[in-house]
């Protein structure tokens, strides 16, 4: 592609507009790979927020890299100010510079997607160190068919056959090969390598950090830089030169001979791999912003344990209601019929939290709020290859919130009809004393149910709001997504069924027998 093109499908990309194809388990690979911060959001917590969609919705990244490290930092929140308006300003400063945007754009789209995650294969693995292999083959590949060709050239065209046999042999050895040497990412390293001078030469002082991090790990892998040189020459132009590596042993004899060496040098190339991939993904939150239609804002942190959103809205709604809430001292009970909003609510919050701790900015008008542990139980799963039942998913789900009180950062546990795998007596009595100790500890604690019982019992402790709906017979079910302060009163459940076609015969007696059954809402 010719510049021209390439400007017009990062600008594409910038703006949201370029369709990709995303392979999730492939794009958490590296973040399967590192150790788990004290913070890191579990995988419940990930799926509860549904964040694999958040992530698409934030992703313009080209590069194996960027979309590696953007997945990696959305499920570490930091809990460091400076950290994160450090983060603002990266973020301003390609909004404002187009050009230096538009010259890492496409640095990173030269780049590409290492599809099938061969370097990070490559760099799990076990390397496989055989100097043995690294000289025989550099003796099959150098010097045997540079010695046949010679002697065919100057002594005898005879020797023709000795060219013939080593192409035979190498041939042979590269097929033998193919599973330790072309699967592993050698030339994706390169690739990284040769990305990384190019960032390493680029001159601002916002980006200094950065480029001194990259600078600093570069010289501690030229002896790499130099024993891949070969492989990136005979791999460009999409393989052209592949019959002469195949013929000369070229990426056999680099990989032996670097193999060891990565081994020792893992460290540092990973940090290039980091520190490159944090500048792709704050491009990408850049281009995020800019696309922005609605409001966004910057957060407030405070020492108190406190939540405080102004016309907080859902980042995967395309007409998102805006809510406003303001949690303190007393946890928060929601009650409403399914399908009025709760859920979408208590994700809003958690995930509006989470791009606070991320990227320093709010989908919202207002945030002030301490730094949190976010820790969900929304949408609990049964698993019955482990013979786990729904309810012994969402006692385990519960106690990953109290087991996370014992650290330092207060904890946001939005939970989703506490215990409703079990029966209403005892539910109603383990989720009064839960939602009791939990608000008695640095929380902030908002429960969805439909149990009007919890109501009366936690009436001193949580304050109420709910979500409501209207169901008539012309236009069926209707929501205004609206949070409200007191308790949801209304019993559209019934009505529903009579406006959908249910016989009269059955929602008469219903609605006769829920008159007579305690708790009903």
Not at 12 to 33: A, C, S, T, V, W
């Amino acid at each position: 592609m010719n510049k021209q093109m390439i400007l017009s499908v990062v600008r594409r990309q910038y703006k949201g507009d370029e369709d990709k194809k995303r392979k999730l388990p492939n794009i958490r690979r590296y973040f399967d790979m590192q150790p788990k911060e004290e913070y890191t959001i579990d995988d419940e917590t990930w799926s509860d927020m549904d964040m694999d969609r958040v992530y698409e919705k934030l992703d313009r990244t080209s590069s194996t890299l960027g979309e590696s490290v953007l997945y990696y930092m959305l499920r570490n929140p930091l809990s460091d100010e400076n950290k994160l308006k450090h983060r603002n300003r990266l973020i301003q400063l390609f909004k404002k510079d187009i050009d230096l945007r538009e010259k890492l754009l496409c640095i990173f789209l030269g780049l590409g997607n290492d599809r099938k995650n061969t370097f990070l294969d490559m760099i799990e693995s076990e390397l496989i160190v055989n100097k043995i292999k690294y000289y025989i083959y550099t003796v099959l590949g150098k010097i045997f068919p540079i010695l046949a060709v010679i002697l065919t050239i100057f002594v005898d065209n005879g020797y023709v056959s000795l060219i013939l046999a080593s192409a035979a042999l190498n041939m042979t050895v590269n097929y033998l090969e193919r599973d330790n040497i072309k699967s592993r990412g050698i030339i994706y390293l390169r690739e990284i390598i040769k990305v990384s001078k190019k960032v390493s030469n680029i001159k601002n002082k916002e980006l200094l950090e950065h480029v001194n991090n990259i600078k600093e790990n570069l010289q501690y892998v030229k002896d790499i830089d130099r024993s891949t040189f070969l492989i990136g020459f005979v791999n460009m132009w999409q393989g052209f030169f592949e019959a002469v590596s195949l013929l000369f042993l070229v990426e056999e004899c680099s990989y032996y001979k670097i193999s060891g060496v990565l081994k020792g040098k893992k460290k540092y190339i990973m940090n290039i791999f980091y520190s490159l991939g944090e500048i792709e993904a704050i491009l990408s939150i850049s281009g995020y912003q800019n696309s922005l239609n609605q409001n966004y804002t910057y957060p407030k942190f405070t020492r108190e344990v406190m939540l405080k959103i102004q016309d907080g809205v859902h980042p995967l709604l395309e007409e998102p209601v805006a809510n406003t809430i303001f949690i303190k001292d007393k946890g928060i009970v929601l009650t409403g019929t399914n399908m009025s909003g709760k859920s979408t609510f208590l994700r809003m919050l958690g995930i509006n939290i989470l791009l606070a701790q991320t990227f320093y900015f709010v989908l919202s008008k207002g945030y002030e709020g301490s730094f949190f542990n976010i820790v969900s139980s929304i949408s609990p799963n049964d698993d019955l290859s482990k013979g786990k039942s729904y309810y012994m998913a969402e006692a385990e789900g519960i106690l990953r919130i109290v087991k996370a009180l014992q650290k330092e950062l207060p904890v946001f546990c939005p939970i989703d009809e506490i215990f409703r795998g079990t029966n209403p007596t005892e539910r109603i009595a383990m989720s009064a004393e839960i939602l009791s100790y939990l608000n008695n500890r640095k929380t902030i604690s908002i429960v969805a149910t439909h149990d009007r019982e919890l109501v009366d019992i936690l009436k001193d402790s949580y304050e109420f709001y709910y979500f409501s709906e209207d169901v008539d017979s012309k236009n069926g079910l209707s929501f205004d997504y609206k949070l409200k302060i007191g308790v949801s009163q209304t019993r559209n459940a019934i009505r529903l069924l009579e406006y959908i076609g249910y016989p009269k015969e059955i929602t008469k007696k219903a609605y006769d027998r829920a008159e007579t059954i305690k708790g009903f809402i």
